[in-house]
């Protein structure tokens, strides 16, 4: 069983779409991040959130944690090509000092033009 | 300047073979890690260093070891190579205290053959 499970797996979308990824577990977390990561390069933190129904927005993403800080969504507006990639979810555990990120399985996104 | 490199960005190597993987970061961070992401784009976190001590051992075959020289390089050697050794191995790095602010390098592409 996944502690963080992501949704959907794959998303195939055209040009000036929007769309919304999830990312849902049942435990309780103090923060939660999202990441981008383009082929062939490694995962770039976009955001973290740390406040039940927090929303925070880059250009045009925008996260959002949970009331409950169980799960939280990443929605984009007005796809762009750009936008294309591996979007992760993650979460950090055994503390700030040592601890370790655990991250959800993904979502594959591919805008097409 | 390349913030968090890695060496090599391929590696090709038959079944039993050893081989390792370097990694550099010149961002001044004294804690490192190894995740490997397998062809699922799964990322799961292997190891973690703090100033050339190993703090995070998950459950990885004792193939692999690391090796920390100091806080700015960390090395993933990996005896007698399996197939299902094939995946991608990423370096990350942050500051101690700030585990939620990890910067990845590039990747590294194995295939065992």
Redo the contacts between chains.
Sequence with gaps: TQLLEQSPQFLSIQEGENLTVYCNSSSVFSSLQWYRQEPGEGPVLLVTVVTGGEVKKLKRLTFQFGDARKDSSLHITAAQPGDTGLYLCAVLSGGTSYGKLTFGQGTILTVHP | DTA?SQTPKYLVTQMGNDKSIKCEQNLGHD?M?WYKQDS??????MF?Y?NKEL??N?TVPNRFSPKSPDKAHLNLHINSLELGDSAVY?C?SSF????????????TRLTVT
């Design positions: 968090v804690t890690y699922k784009k799964f990322l799961k976190i973690s703090n703090i995070i998950e990423f990350a101690q205290g700030y585990s939620y602010e990890q910067y990845f390098g590039p990747g």
